[in-house]
């Protein structure tokens, strides 16, 4: 079946008022399709677009569109965290590995989904190349499939192939996808980082996310050796592993020898290695991020951070007392996998202070903050001040040790809050 092409107008013209819409996730949201849709806010009304951090314009998250569309988000990025905290949209807290579930068991049933896909091969299949988490999923249960067709997205190995025939409107479009460079690494980051790599052992199997904390640590395991990666991201951080062979995924038990995402943004350099390499496998969110398939793995190390932990070890990281700032995600998937996991470590890895000098370990949350992790499920905490391991500590045995990770001007406020409290 050769494609026929639409201009993307024409792809979207059939989403009608009160439809569903789903969005491919993260650098693989299709912008043509995005733009179009966005262009029908003066003809539209009440249409739902749903999906997980996408990258990207997003103009169905304007002010001037709030009469035609809702956001509705199961992790919340930059581009729409506007409209959400001005009523605008609304998010589902949901873990990532039950995300796919929404669609599945049409909690969400979704009218149209808006794709990326690689061009088909010779058998007619595409690949959804960066980003499989829900989207397979979603497409799996739209009503219909609308694709844009882009060179640029690497085919990858896994579950995201999808043939012709399951996709109902394709776009051609050959867009450079987003990138998003590794930062720069602070000195506080740094310290974390080589305080983290202490607890990673050889025959680690790690999971972690994008941004400097994840990158320091990475740059801190050029010794280790045999580590593996299954996690639900990772970005460019670990390709020096990789040409080093430190991260060769000899020592897993699921997919020894490859490594396992659900979906991966960083830069082309990334997507060149992404690009048909055998040795990477694109899971469905459901397989990646479901606990009792991580903890098979040997010394599953996780690495996740937060935006704020209080005394007791609650750790909240998805909101900013009540503002919404990003989701629930896979932390607690991967934080009670490696709990479970022979050797498992799991990871709590922050900065003592925010960009303004607050202190991050705070005597209790804010008022509204969401405890994404309880503190039943913490393990390890870290920071630049060193770490703790906090399973099988009394309330006070965490309060001193969570205040000896704090910044040297918060010991003391915090030690008065903690006696205010009984914890001291």
């Known amino acids: 079946m050769e494609p026929k092409y639409l201009s993307p107008e024409e792809a979207v013209a059939g989403i009608r008022s009160g439809d569903t819409v789903f969005v491919h996730t993260a650098v ?31 103009g169905y998250a304007q002010p001037d569109a709030a009469e035609a569309f809702e956001v509705v988000s199961l992790f919340i990025g930059a581009n729409v965290r506007k409209a959400i905290a001005e009523g605008r949209g609304s998010y589902i807290p949901v873990f ?66 999808i043939h012709v025939s399951a996709i109902h409107a394709f776009v051609e479009g050959h867009d450079a996808l987003p990138e998003i460079p590794p930062g720069e690494i602070t000195s506080a ?27 320091a640590v990475l740059n801190c395991l050029g010794g280790h050796k045999n580590l593996g990666i299954h996690s639900e991201m990772f970005s460019d951080g670990v390709l020096p592993l990789v040409e080093k062979g ?14 396992v995402a659900t979906f991966a943004m960083g830069t082309r350099k990334l997507y060149d290695f992404l690009d ?54 896979g932390q ?30 705070a005597a209790t949350l804010r008022n509204g903050a969401g ?8 393990h390890f905490v870290a920071t630049e001040y060193g770490w703790a391991n906090l399973f099988g500590m009394s309330l006070r045995e965490r309060a001193k040790a969570l205040i000896s990770l704090a910044h040297p001007a918060h010991r003391e406020s915090l030690e008065q809050s903690a006696r205010e409290l009984r914890l001291m």
Do not use: W
């Open 189 to 215: 980051q740094q310290a974390i980082g080589e305080h983290v790599a202490t607890l990673v052992e050889d025959g680690a199997t790690l999971q972690l996310g994008i941004g400097a904390i994840p990158n």
């Open 28 to 58: 693989a949201a299709p912008q043509r399709l995005v733009r179009a849709l966005s262009n029908r806010k003066n003809e539209l009304r009440n249409v739902r677009v749903v999906h997980l951090h996408t990258e990207g314009e997003a």
């Open 96 to 161: 990532l590995s039950e995300a796919p579930m929404l669609f599945r068991t049409d909690v969400i049933k979704v009218d149209t989904a808006l794709i990326s896909i690689s061009p088909p091969d010779r058998h007619g299949y595409c690949s959804l190349g960066v980003s499989v988490d829900t989207t397979k999923a979603a497409i799996e249960k739209a009503t219909r499939v609308v694709a844009q067709v882009n060179r640029n997205m690497p085919r990858t190995h896994g579950d995201g192939i």
């Open 332 to 361: 607690m998937d991967f934080i009670r996998g490696a709990s479970l996991s022979h050797r498992g470590k799991p990871i709590i890895a922050l900065p003592s202070t925010t960009n303004n000098g607050e202190s991050r370990i």
């Open 246 to 259: 430190v991260i060769n995924n000899s020592q897993k038990d699921i997919y020894r020898g490859q490594m």
């Open 371 to 378: 405890v994404v992790t309880t503190r039943a499920h913490v």
């Open 276 to 329: 048909d390499n055998p040795g990477v496998i694109m899971r469905d969110a459901s397989f990646v991020n479901r606990t009792h398939i991580i903890q098979k793995n040997p010394r599953v190390t996780a690495i996740n951070s937060a935006i704020e932990i209080d005394l007791t070890g609650q750790v909240c990281a998805d909101s900013i007392g009540t503002r919404l700032y990003s989701g629930v995600g």
